[in-house]
């Protein structure tokens, strides 16, 4: 298991994936959780096809998430969504993508042992999906 | 740990349940992440001890959830929470009910190598809890 | 790993706080599902660096969390964020603090076996962070 935080005003995915990196984690799952300055996070829109961006510029709680390490192009790529809330507490949600800018971010790998998934197109959705129904490790 | 991807179209609940049969997986913990076509949750009425149904009826992203397997009438039963987003990323959730229908999900589940909980009729709640306080493994 | 259920109608933070001490968790992840009777969260402030509690006096389901374990004046500290559903599913959430008064909820502990972070003052933020950047084990 790896834990950690993250620097101060970093970007939190482009930090996950370089930690992903330098630690050699091809597999395993993501938790964070904490405060960002600001989120930025995407919808996907089944219909046709592409990731609706949804800016959210303004202090939020990252009060859960679900995420997780495979290889894309041969190298780890974090796939993480979030939940995050509110001065008020209401929550929104969604697809990280870059831009998300760390107040005080915590996070846990768990890596995975087994043979790591490769993302590869997938037809029936247009998205990235891993090559295997399952892995065991 | 177990890693993997659930059919398009399929039903989420169904196919972790039949995952966590077909891998013996009496206990454990699992996560779910990625997007479905429709979400069908509830929420649990402490008051009439009744869950009320709560049907979304559009594409929505799993952006985080809770979840752990136990034995239920002595199988492996899958008891999951979720927290979804829509399209401008306003988050809905509840307790998970068959109906949800998978457009891309990741799993994980890491197996608990100790007792499996068993699910009992609890008299506080109205609901099947486990039977002891605490289990290691 | 260590999974459980808390007691009907105690405090959820102040329980999960006490396992944590008496199984000698000085570091690891925990989650939590299930259904609280009233929500007591809070939203940290970064301006005024002070934190703003919210309370959702109603009954909630915990759709999804994310947490941890370090120590805190040498204390294992649980740190936890939670999203908790209402009766029509919308989603509010944030940092727990005590108050959290359990219906039902089943908590899943996985220690972490390197050395456990410790939280000190962090200038930047105002809140105790750990003192390094990384910890594996």
Known sequence: ???????????????????????????????????????????YDQKIRAYRELDFDAPHEIVACAGNISLRDDKPFVHLHLAVSGSAGIVVGGHCLQGCSVFAVEFTIIPFHGEAPRRVVDNDTGLLLWEKPLYEG
């Open 1 to 43: 298991m790896i834990i950690g935080k993250l620097p101060f005003k970093s970007d939190m995915l482009r930090e996950l994936n370089k930690i992903a990196a330098k630690k050699g984690v091809k597999a395993g799952t993501v938790q964070v959780m904490g405060s960002l300055k600001r989120a930025r996070l995407s919808f």
